[in-house]
């Protein structure tokens, strides 16, 4: 299979807009399954995990999930078994992920959306998920944001004033937010509907000192809601391709860039600022989407 590539990382120039600086930390190149900050939050289970000797990796996700495919992925290369423990009935048609996630040998469990949100799984599969080392949906928790950390040692901290990101469950912001220097800000960009709780979820992955850093969080860019998307999102993400030659995906990266474009617009950001907006992954997601709505 394909091997990570940790090297293939780079920073990329864009364009500067209103006196900002703004470049780009291309995670996505690292491994198309495995991509982007998923590698990172994952690994330190990985390693958790082999020192407890288990053999199999359980973890929950939706149909398009990236951590589901990626915890596949990452699981082949690392010689575990994997499962995962997926949200909703047995479709008839496999997502693209789904069928991935087979392909790299990962064994699939689905459960109702009632069962999913408890987290629990049917007494049936109470047997094959008794020895497993279960990683929280997304990879959300302390080992994940102790990985998502390692991002900083990616990029010069002093070279950049803000780091900006999407956050999902918020465990790669609450690892950027570690790796920060006092001075810098941590700008995360919320791709759920009014996600109120996040900042409490980011905050328990963070020590006393950790919380006193500069971070906010960003809610107006959600498109709809996760994985929503509207016509303005696409011509923008089409546009950012034709502009930069960067593809992004329409459920984290392109409302991430959208919103630090907006927000740049509207003079959030000092002038003279230098931001790092991290590309974190994802492009699998586009599958989703109806052929020929991109153009990359
Ligand atoms: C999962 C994911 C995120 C969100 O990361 P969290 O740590 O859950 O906040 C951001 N970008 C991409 C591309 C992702 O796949």
Same mark, same amino acid.
């Given at each position: 299979m394909e091997p990570l590539q940790i090297n293939n990382v780079t920073i990329d120039q864009l364009s500067p807009k209103n006196q900002i600086d703004i470049k780009m930390?291309? %995670? +996505?190149?690292?491994? &198309? +399954?495995? &991509?982007?900050?998923k590698w990172f939050k994952l690994k330190f289970y990985l390693d958790d995990a082999n020192t407890r000797h288990a053999q199999t990796i359980a973890t929950y996700g939706g149909a398009w999930s990236n951590h589901i495919v990626a915890t596949a992925a990452a699981c082949r290369l690392k010689n575990l078994k994997s499962i995962g423990i997926i949200r909703g009935e047995q479709p008839k048609h496999f997502s693209c992920t789904l069928n991935k996630a087979l392909e790299y040998g990962m064994k699939l469990i689905f459960i109702s959306r009632e069962e999913y949100k408890q987290k629990t799984v049917p007494s049936e599969y109470a047997g094959i998920i008794k020895d497993a080392y279960l990683i929280n949906e997304g990879g959300y928790g302390q080992i994940g944001a102790a990985g998502a950390a390692?991002?900083? $040692?990616?990029?010069?901290?002093? +070279?950049?004033?803000h780091i900006c990101c999407a956050v999902g469950t918020g465990t790669m912001m609450a690892g950027l937010i570690k790796a920060a220097p006092a001075q810098q800000t941590v700008v995360g960009i919320s791709v %759920?509907?009014?996600?109120? $709780?996040i900042q409490k979820e980011t905050g328990a992955l963070l020590t006393e000192d950790e919380k006193k850093k500069k971070f906010s969080f960003i809610h107006d860019y959600h498109f709809g809601g996760y994985a929503k998307y509207t016509p303005g999102l696409i011509d923008f993400m089409n546009k950012f391709y034709t502009g930069n030659f960067i593809a992004t995906d329409f459920v984290y990266t392109a409302k991430l860039m959208y919103g630090i474009c907006d927000l740049i617009a509207k003079d959030f950001f000092p002038a003279g600022s230098r931001l790092l907006v991290i590309h974190s992954g994802g492009l699998q997601g586009n599958q989703s989407l109806k052929k020929g709505m991109l153009i990359f």
């Amino acid at each position: 299979m394909e091997p990570l590539q940790i090297n293939n990382v780079t920073i990329d120039q864009l364009s500067p807009k209103n006196q900002i600086d703004i470049k780009m930390l291309r %995670l +996505d190149k690292i491994h &198309s +399954d495995i &991509s982007g900050n998923k590698w990172f939050k994952l690994k330190f289970y990985l390693d958790d995990a082999n020192t407890r000797h288990a053999q199999t990796i359980a973890t929950y996700g939706g149909a398009w999930s990236n951590h589901i495919v990626a915890t596949a992925a990452a699981c082949r290369l690392k010689n575990l078994k994997s499962i995962g423990i997926i949200r909703g009935e047995q479709p008839k048609h496999f997502s693209c992920t789904l069928n991935k996630a087979l392909e790299y040998g990962m064994k699939l469990i689905f459960i109702s959306r009632e069962e999913y949100k408890q987290k629990t799984v049917p007494s049936e599969y109470a047997g094959i998920i008794k020895d497993a080392y279960l990683i929280n949906e997304g990879g959300y928790g302390q080992i994940g944001a102790a990985g998502a950390a390692t991002i900083g $040692d990616y990029y010069e901290q002093e +070279d950049y004033t803000h780091i900006c990101c999407a956050v999902g469950t918020g465990t790669m912001m609450a690892g950027l937010i570690k790796a920060a220097p006092a001075q810098q800000t941590v700008v995360g960009i919320s791709v %759920l509907k009014n996600n109120v $709780d996040i900042q409490k979820e980011t905050g328990a992955l963070l020590t006393e000192d950790e919380k006193k850093k500069k971070f906010s969080f960003i809610h107006d860019y959600h498109f709809g809601g996760y994985a929503k998307y509207t016509p303005g999102l696409i011509d923008f993400m089409n546009k950012f391709y034709t502009g930069n030659f960067i593809a992004t995906d329409f459920v984290y990266t392109a409302k991430l860039m959208y919103g630090i474009c907006d927000l740049i617009a509207k003079d959030f950001f000092p002038a003279g600022s230098r931001l790092l907006v991290i590309h974190s992954g994802g492009l699998q997601g586009n599958q989703s989407l109806k052929k020929g709505m991109l153009i990359f």
